[in-house]
């Protein structure tokens, strides 16, 4: 049986836990063995925590003997990005600058994980303080990419991802300022939700744009991310059930998200759609021109935020940073006061705009990237290629974050291709019965 355990999904494993069927510590030890002996597991995890996830499966299994489980989840183990805080555990998110850097207590949504029965397996590598979207990073490690070893796997969560569709654990924890839990879904076949900024609390995430900053889960299916999300905020799951596309508005974002859109990301994209359609959802046209106005302001409000947050310890020792990174950090403190404010003035009249336009659909979609995963080694020594990938890597997901809306991705019949459905700010819960119904379509 035990066999089978790396290919579950979070939630089908926490249901065997309920039945009886599994033991949380015997699951426990298992990918804990998976990650010790697989030989890409370095790249992957930063650091382990078997103590804890063992302490934390016994306590899980104490329960579920005693007919006391927490939730669905309740003894299933996850995988945590390395910038939440991890009392006692080294939390360096990805950078040389924090090296050693060991916090007292765990990030808030790790206690609230850990209260509803969440096993921490231990810590993934990770972009450099989350600062891009293709997951490359010479400073600690570039995690591999599942459809081609010789691709970067998408960041900023790319250890995250990588846990998960390497079998090293069932789901993972990420964080996603400007599409880092999107990207590495798409590029490594899973399912990624981002959340609605402020949904859940930022205490103890190590910060990267804080007016941007989500939390959300990377897993094989829609009903994991749905099961994490509340695990996460300590509230009920969404109910799933009966969810369907039949008579669903669904407007395809022509405005900027199909521009430059590669041949097999096209071909994924269009294939979804027509199984929307067929599953019966009205499928409709949008023009936003405040979409791309959206994304152009980026470059101002979120480069100058994380510059104004990391300044003082990047260039105590600027050295210590893959340059590239360091470039991005600094071109922010080019940005003057004057304009970052305008550009806040303007996103949220742009907000306003898109809700209006968006209220007449029940989700918008577009590609989740224009792109497939690019050549790690050539990201390193070609800088034009470098800059170009990233920013169209990013291209499509920022469009949420700006926006504001929680997202999800699905893998859709073309590798490491994804496609996404946006709903309104706080609607998580919708969003995620729609993707329940668009799964069962793209399957």
Request: contains cysteine.
């Amino acid at each position: 049986m035990s066999g089978t355990w790396a290919h579950m999904t979070a939630a089908e494993l926490g249901r065997e836990i309920g039945e009886g069927r599994i033991n949380p510590v015997e699951l426990t030890e298992f990918f804990l063995d998976r990650i010790e002996s697989h030989p890409l597991a370095g790249r992957i995890y930063a650091r382990v925590t078997p103590a804890r996830a063992r302490g934390e499966a016994m306590s899980a299994a104490a329960r579920a003997k005693a007919g006391l489980r927490k939730g669905v989840l309740d003894g299933v183990p996850v995988s945590w990005k390395d910038l939440f805080d991890t009392a006692g555990v080294a939390t360096e998110a990805g950078s040389a600058l924090l090296k050693g850097r060991t916090p007292n207590s765990d990030a808030a949504v790790l206690e609230t994980a850990t209260l509803q029965g969440l096993v921490c397996l231990g810590k993934t590598h990770m972009s450099e303080l989350a600062f891009s979207g293709l997951g490359l990073n010479p400073v600690t490690a570039t995690p591999p990419c599942l459809n081609d070893d010789r691709a970067v796997p998408g960041g900023s969560s790319s250890g995250a991802a990588a846990s998960v569709a390497f079998g090293l654990a069932p789901a993972a924890i990420g964080s996603d300022s400007g599409g880092s839990v999107r990207i590495p879904a798409a590029w490594n076949d899973l399912v990624g939700l981002k959340t609605t900024a402020g949904s859940l609390p930022m205490t103890g995430v190590v910060p990267l744009f804080e007016a941007f900053d989500t939390i959300g889960p990377l897993a094989h299916s829609v009903e994991d991310c749905n099961q994490l999300f509340a695990a996460l905020s300590g509230d009920t799951a969404a109910d799933l059930g009966g969810a369907s596309l039949s008579g669903t508005r669904i407007a395809i974002l022509e405005t900027l998200a199909l521009d430059d859109v590669r041949e097999r990301p096209a071909q994924g994209f269009e294939d979804a759609t027509r199984r929307f359609a067929k599953a019966g959802a009205e499928i409709h046209h949008l023009a936003a021109p405040e979409a791309a106005e959206a994304v152009a302001l980026a470059g101002i409000v979120c480069t100058a935020e994380a510059y104004g947050i990391w300044k003082a310890t990047i260039e105590a020792a600027p050295d210590k940073m893959f340059p590239r990174i360091l470039d991005r950090f600094r071109s922010g403190g080019q940005i003057s006061a004057v304009d970052h404010v305008a550009a806040w003035r303007r996103l949220r009249q742009i907000r306003a705009s898109w809700a209006d336009r968006a209220s007449h659909y029940d989700a918008v979609i577009l590609p989740t990237s224009p792109i497939l995963p690019p050549d790690a080694n050539r990201l390193m020594t070609d800088d034009a290629y470098y800059v170009t990938e990233n920013l169209l890597a990013l291209r499509n997901t920022r469009i949420g974050n700006m926006l504001g809306l929680c997202v999800l991705t699905l893998p859709t019949s073309q590798p490491s291709c994804g496609i996404s459905l946006m709903c309104g700010p706080g609607q998580e819960a919708r969003l995620l019965r729609l993707g329940a119904a668009a799964e069962r379509a793209l399957q």
